[in-house]
């Protein structure tokens, strides 16, 4: 069992930036490919960045590309996205997912662990 707790996430100012956290109780952190979601309001949850299980490969979702960086630190059990030029849309809660294979995925069906989330509201 794999358990996920996000952190970082608050109020920012439009074109500001935050760094969310996501720490990964497993003992083979680096068997998983990690990704971030996020759901705004009355929307479906979707897809942002994901990242490979070594760290090698990141795939990002159109709307962040260029502005959002996924990263992670397998020492620490750790996965991060830092979101810098932060957007009133990029408001939503957002989510860390695990999958224990070594590549990543944009479909959020394919993971199989989910963190509570964390808000993030970008104020205009």
């Known amino acids: 069992q794999v358990q996920l707790v996000e952190s970082g996430g608050g109020l920012v100012q439009a074109g500001g930036s935050l760094r969310l956290s996501c720490a990964a109780s497993?003992?083979?952190?680096?068997?998983?490919?990690m990704a971030w979601f996020r759901q705004a309001p009355g929307k479906e949850r979707e897809f942002v960045a994901a990242?490979?299980?070594?760290?090698?490969?990141?795939y990002y979702a159109d709307s962040v590309k260029g502005r959002f960086t996924i990263s992670r630190d397998n020492a620490k059990n750790t996965v991060y996205v830092q979101m810098n030029s932060l957007k009133p849309e990029d408001t939503a809660v957002y989510y860390c997912?695990?999958?224990?294979?070594?590549?990543?995925?944009?479909?959020?069906?394919?993971?199989?662990?989910w963190g509570q989330g964390t808000q993030v509201t970008v104020s205009s």
């Open positions: 497993v003992r083979t952190f680096s068997s998983y490919a």
């Open positions: 990242i490979s299980s070594y760290g090698g490969s990141t």
């Open positions: 997912a695990a999958v224990h294979t070594a590549y990543y995925s944009g479909s959020r069906g394919r993971y199989d662990y």
